[in-house]
């Protein structure tokens, strides 16, 4: 079997190339960008199994099959979240979310290895993938919260949140108008239900709001400080692990 892994990240080409070689798969070749891809394929044989990284350095992967007809299996290897893994399952064979789990890669090439003896073509509709991915609109995220205070319930709209934060096993909202409620759930799941674009996840403790930072200031340990508009009972700190994609976040 012919296996092709394509992902910018070397070493994540790599590792997964060492767990299919656990599998009895031998992927000879690895591919980091688009160009590099539609060259190889505009001059090499197309394989029988490829492993897609969804953003490449120079791109997402799709602008290879806008240049190149591509008839092999795809196993996406992606690291978006399920809301446009939808597309994933209808088009490929499967979809493996990063860190690549070898259980989870196990069972995606099992049921490749499933559908060989069919002898078919595979053809995905890669512009539906597309729209998928690249249409926020898709996602339908938290506009509101509604707050049990005794008994009455309180509405609070998204664009009045500050912050998000985690205090002795609760999760809390602090408003604009600098009040605290308790909310139902963690952060984790939280964090999937906020736009990207305008919150962001500082730290193990804290998600904040874009228009809510009023101040950033260099911190100890290559961290960043938060000064935010109203919120002041605890230090908000950028992780040093984040602090990079923080400010790519700001943009």
């Known amino acids: 079997m012919n296996v092709l892994i394509i992902e910018d990240e070397k070493p994540a080409a790599r590792l997964l190339q060492r767990k299919l070689q656990k599998l009895n798969l031998e992927a000879g070749t690895m591919l980091h960008s688009v160009e590099e891809a539609i060259d190889w394929f505009q001059n090499n044989e197309h394989p029988d199994l490829i492993f897609l990284d969804i953003q490449l350095s120079d791109g997402l992967s799709f602008e290879i099959f806008d240049a190149v007809p591509i008839s092999s299996a795809i196993i996406f290897t992606t690291a978006y979240d399920e809301y446009a893994l939808r597309a994933f399952k209808l088009n490929s064979i499967d979809y493996l979310l990063k860190p690549i789990d070898e259980e989870d890669l196990e069972v995606a090439v099992n049921k490749y290895r499933e559908r060989i003896p069919a002898s078919q073509e595979f053809s995905f509709d890669f512009n539906q993938i597309k729209q998928m991915l690249v249409n926020p609109l898709e996602k339908n995220y938290k506009k509101r919260f509604t707050i049990k205070m005794g008994q009455r319930l309180k509405m609070i709209n998204i664009d009045d949140a500050e912050c998000f934060y985690s205090e002795n096993k609760g999760t809390y909202i602090h408003t604009n108008d600098g009040r605290d409620y308790l909310l139902d759930g963690t952060l984790e799941q939280l964090e999937s239900e906020l736009d990207p674009s305008k919150f962001y996840r500082v730290s193990r403790k804290f998600i904040v709001s874009v228009n809510a930072i009023k101040d950033i200031v260099m911190y100890t340990n290559s961290r960043l400080k938060l000064v935010l508009n109203t919120y002041n009972e605890d ?17």
């Open 235 to 251: 230090e908000v700190i950028v992780s040093r692990e984040r602090v990079n994609d923080f400010r790519e976040w700001l943009g």
